[in-house]
């Protein structure tokens, strides 16, 4: 008591010297002026005073911990609310990458080797029709120097005749006969590359149609996985609640409009191209006699000329029988509603249509070298539209002929193909037109004797005089031709055939 006594700045005294203390202060019979007189009494009141003291402080510091708690557990609740948020999404892209991703990846890994192994197939396929041009060009040369050789070796045979011996003489005709024969060799060689040139290209066109068919069986493919991912996405966001509702509707309404076999349709018709679009390009023979400024002799010049034509014709005659019997075959289909092999169809109209490409490139070649002939008979040429469809280019010393073909897209060209030998109400013309678009060259001439007046749509003026090109011969009476660009059917008893002498080189030299 003596140390509270004496320290008159102590928080228990007043500035009157007195006992400054809350809970006294609440009971004024207890202010104590002077400490030394409360004795035991005041020393108890103290000590419980401390006690209450220490008891509110305990109090606070517990509710300032409980705030911080309480904090705390707010704090881990906003972050438990953003984790179960994030499970969420998580789940859902755990989703998508099982169901979408994973399935497309791996259809797209194995319709990438697919699509390596179609680019394979159709650049291969081009590199034989590129090959093939380049043999013919390398035959075409080898050819016009031995036929140059041989028309020297000629010319030296008939000038010496008067001048050299016997043995000298044999001598040059062995070796004009080893010219001849190899040069008919290299002739035969350098006419069936050419020959061999469609059906490279008949190879590439296949190769084309069949890879594009399996591309867009891919690609339908790709777009029935789609299809369904978004099924499967649609299925997944519909458990997001309300605010996903707007756009679950407007992606469910534009999945609902998907129709995939007119998407397939659609892509087909912008892919697809058309007859007048796609023209293709074949190499034409060209042969030495073929040279307006060559010195050859003339005579063996036209007897060479209506060989290769006559050999040209051999060849049109065979197609066109091939084609009649593929005619046939197509009508008899077309009549059996009960054939249910689809696939023969498929293929003899395949035929029908490589068959008349054939007949295109023979009967370019043979009306090119009939214009030749002509020329150098002083005949009136043959008129006839495929003149517009040959075309010629220079390479250094040589010119290259090629006659530019419209190939439609094959499964249309198929198509008409069927539908036109099924009509049966029209006569079919001998050109192979019907099925590949392009005018087919006359396989012969004749001359009009007698005017002739049309009666109907599919027949022929003729004026006397006029040079017609025939196409058909039919056992009625009528044929098929042209002239002056137009085609029709024409009364055989008003015209004269023209008739080619043919002869052999050989036999001739």
């Given at each position: 008591?003596?140390?509270?006594?004496?320290?008159?700045?102590?928080?228990?005294?007043?500035?009157?010297?007195?006992?400054?203390?809350?809970?006294?202060?609440?009971?004024?019979?207890?202010?104590?002026t002077?400490?030394?007189?409360?004795?035991?009494?005041?020393?108890?009141?103290?000590?419980?005073?401390?006690?209450?003291?220490?008891?509110?402080?305990?109090?606070?510091s517990?509710?300032?911990?409980?705030?911080?708690?309480?904090?705390?557990?707010?704090?881990?609740?906003?972050?438990?609310?953003?984790?179960?948020?994030?499970?969420?999404?998580?789940?859902l892209?755990?989703?998508?990458?099982?169901?979408?991703?994973?399935?497309?990846?791996?259809?797209?890994?194995?319709?990438?080797?697919?699509?390596?192994?179609?680019?394979?197939?159709?650049?291969?396929?081009?590199?034989?029709?590129?090959?093939?041009?380049?043999?013919?060009?390398?035959?075409?040369?080898?050819?016009?120097?031995?036929?140059?050789?041989?028309?020297?070796?000629?010319?030296?045979?008939?000038?010496?005749?008067?001048?050299?011996?016997?043995?000298?003489?044999?001598?040059?005709?062995?070796?004009?006969?080893?010219?001849?024969?190899?040069?008919?060799?290299?002739?035969?060689?350098?006419?069936?590359?050419?020959?061999?040139?469609?059906?490279?290209?008949?190879?590439?066109?296949?190769?084309?149609?069949?890879?594009?068919?399996?591309?867009?069986?891919?690609?339908?493919?790709?777009?029935?996985?789609l299809?369904?991912?978004?099924?499967?996405?649609?299925?997944?966001?519909?458990?997001?609640?309300?605010?996903?509702?707007?756009?679950?509707?407007?992606?469910?309404?534009?999945?609902?409009?998907?129709?995939?076999?007119?998407?397939?349709?659609?892509?087909?018709?912008?892919?697809a191209?058309?007859?007048?679009?796609?023209?293709?390009?074949?190499?034409?023979?060209?042969?030495?006699?073929?040279?307006r400024?060559?010195?050859?002799?003339?005579?063996?010049?036209?007897s060479?000329?209506?060989?290769?034509?006559?050999?040209?014709?051999?060849?049109?005659e065979?197609?066109?029988?091939?084609?009649?019997?593929?005619?046939?075959?197509?009508?008899?289909?077309?009549?059996?509603?009960?054939?249910?092999?689809?696939?023969?169809?498929?293929?003899?109209?395949?035929l029908?249509?490589?068959?008349?490409?054939?007949?295109?490139?023979?009967?370019?070649?043979?009306?090119?070298?009939?214009?030749?002939?002509?020329?150098?008979?002083?005949?009136?040429?043959?008129?006839?539209?495929?003149?517009?469809?040959?075309?010629?280019?220079?390479?250094?010393?040589?010119?290259?002929?090629?006659?530019?073909?419209?190939?439609?897209?094959?499964?249309?060209?198929?198509?008409?193909?069927?539908?036109?030998?099924?009509?049966?109400?029209?006569?079919?013309?001998?050109?192979?037109?019907?099925?590949?678009?392009?005018?087919?060259?006359?396989?012969?001439?004749?001359?009009?004797?007698?005017?002739?007046?049309?009666?109907?749509?599919?027949?022929?003026?003729?004026?006397?005089?006029?040079?017609?090109?025939?196409?058909?011969?039919?056992?009625?009476?009528?044929?098929?031709?042209?002239?002056?660009?137009?085609?029709?059917?024409?009364?055989?008893?008003?015209?004269?055939?023209?008739?080619?002498d043919?002869?052999?080189?050989?036999?001739?030299?």
């Amino acid at each position: 008591m003596e140390r509270i006594s004496a320290s008159r700045s102590h928080p228990f005294f007043s500035k009157e010297q007195g006992l400054s203390c809350p809970w006294i202060a609440t009971a004024p019979d207890m202010v104590l002026t002077n400490p030394l007189e409360c004795g035991s009494a005041w020393q108890v009141r103290i000590s419980t005073w401390l006690r209450e003291t220490a008891s509110q402080s305990s109090f606070k510091s517990r509710a300032n911990l409980e705030i911080s708690y309480a904090k705390g557990l707010q704090k881990l609740a906003v972050k438990f609310s953003k984790v179960l948020q994030s499970t969420q999404k998580k789940k859902l892209g755990k989703a998508i990458e099982l169901e979408a991703i994973k399935p497309t990846h791996q259809v797209l890994s194995v319709h990438e080797k697919k699509r390596k192994s179609l680019d394979n197939e159709v650049e291969n396929a081009a590199n034989l029709v590129i090959g093939n041009w380049n043999q013919q060009i390398k035959a075409k040369k080898k050819l016009m120097v031995s036929t140059k050789k041989h028309e020297a070796l000629s010319h030296l045979v008939e000038s010496s005749k008067q001048t050299v011996t016997k043995k000298e003489k044999q001598k040059l005709l062995s070796k004009l006969k080893k010219s001849t024969e190899k040069l008919a060799k290299e002739d035969e060689s350098y006419y069936q590359k050419n020959l061999a040139g469609c059906a490279a290209r008949l190879k590439w066109e296949n190769t084309l149609e069949n890879c594009y068919q399996s591309i867009l069986e891919l690609e339908k493919e790709r777009i029935k996985l789609l299809y369904n991912n978004l099924n499967q996405y649609t299925q997944h966001i519909s458990v997001f609640g309300q605010t996903l509702t707007t756009c679950h509707t407007q992606i469910h309404c534009a999945i609902s409009k998907i129709d995939v076999e007119k998407d397939i349709q659609a892509l087909m018709e912008e892919t697809a191209v058309s007859s007048t679009e796609n023209k293709s390009e074949f190499l034409l023979t060209d042969y030495f006699e073929e040279d307006r400024n060559n010195a050859m002799n003339k005579e063996r010049q036209e007897s060479s000329l209506k060989s290769k034509l006559l050999r040209l014709q051999k060849d049109i005659e065979k197609a066109l029988r091939d084609r009649e019997g593929l005619e046939r075959m197509l009508k008899s289909y077309s009549k059996d509603s009960t054939f249910p092999d689809a696939e023969s169809q498929k293929i003899t109209a395949a035929l029908m249509d490589e068959t008349n490409l054939k007949l295109d490139l023979l009967q370019a070649n043979s009306y090119k070298l009939a214009s030749v002939l002509a020329e150098l008979e002083q005949r009136p040429q043959p008129s006839h539209p495929c003149s517009n469809s040959i075309f010629r280019w220079k390479e250094k010393q040589q010119t290259h002929s090629y006659v530019k073909i419209s190939r439609p897209f094959l499964m249309k060209r198929l198509e008409n193909v069927v539908s036109k030998i099924s009509s049966g109400g029209q006569r079919l013309p001998s050109s192979s037109s019907t099925a590949s678009g392009v005018v087919q060259i006359g396989s012969g001439l004749c001359k009009a004797l007698y005017s002739f007046q049309a009666r109907q749509d599919d027949e022929l003026n003729l004026e006397k005089g006029d040079i017609v090109t025939i196409y058909r011969k039919q056992e009625e009476g009528w044929w098929f031709g042209s002239v002056n660009g137009k085609r029709g059917h024409f009364p055989a008893a008003y015209v004269e055939e023209l008739p080619w002498d043919a002869g052999s080189p050989a036999t001739q030299a």
